[in-house]
């Protein structure tokens, strides 16, 4: 799903931002593609905070069972610029490319957003604003929520594209809980394997 309203743009420009994105978290990704919807007020079962900080979050994994609706209250600690994303691998070096395209523009500067230049029009009706159900991006000191609700089991991670902070580590796992699938309590056991740092 990808419904960024410059999608278009960042696929008519050669970027090479391949070197930005590949490799870093390993490959072997691939399945299952879906990273949930647009969660319902009224369906969030818990909040969760996330801190951004220079560049990591706090948590650095969360664990959710299939089908939660969870609300996220995402807040910035740090001196950047961070997003909060919630997508799949591939999502996220997608992504990677529109983000360069923020900073070329001048969109993001370290520290700051050009909050004009967000809803200027390219002149195909297209803008710039970062306004997708499953991510904010937010200035330091700022707080914004996201309620997403996941689907199934996936490999879906919450992550940093402003460029350079996922390639600093700047993700973290979302480990779904045993729910219907029968595997013995996963809590303590898997964790490890989850971790890639
Ligand atoms: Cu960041």
């Not at 996220?72 to 997003?83: M, P, Q, R």
């Not at 029009?121 to 996941?150: A, C, I, R, T, Y």
Request: aromatic share 6%; proline share 4%.
């Amino acid at each position: 799903m990808t419904s960024s309203k410059f999608v278009v743009a960042a696929l008519a420009m050669s970027i090479s931002a391949t070197a930005l994105g590949a490799g870093a978290h390993g490959g072997g990704h691939g399945h299952g593609a879906n990273n949930g919807e647009p969660g319902k007020a009224s369906d969030v079962s818990r909040s969760i905070t996330v801190e951004m900080y220079d560049n990591y979050y706090e948590p650095e994994e969360i664990e959710v069972t299939p089908g939660e609706t969870v609300r996220f209250v995402v807040e910035n600690k740090g001196k950047l610029v961070h997003e909060f994303n919630i997508g799949t691998p591939a999502m996220h070096e997608a992504h990677q490319k529109e983000m360069m395209m923020m900073v070329e523009h001048g969109i993001i500067q370290g520290g700051k957003l050009n909050h004009e230049m967000m809803e200027m029009d390219m002149g195909n009706g297209q803008s710039m604003k970062h306004d997708d159900p499953n991510s904010v991006l937010l200035e330091p000191g700022k707080s914004q929520e996201v309620v997403w609700k996941f689907s199934e089991k996936g490999d879906i991670e919450f992550a940093c594209n402003v460029p350079g902070h996922y390639q600093a580590g700047m993700y973290g796992e979302v480990n779904f809980n045993q729910g219907d699938s029968g595997v013995r309590s996963l809590a303590g056991e898997l964790k490890p394997l989850n971790t890639t740092q």
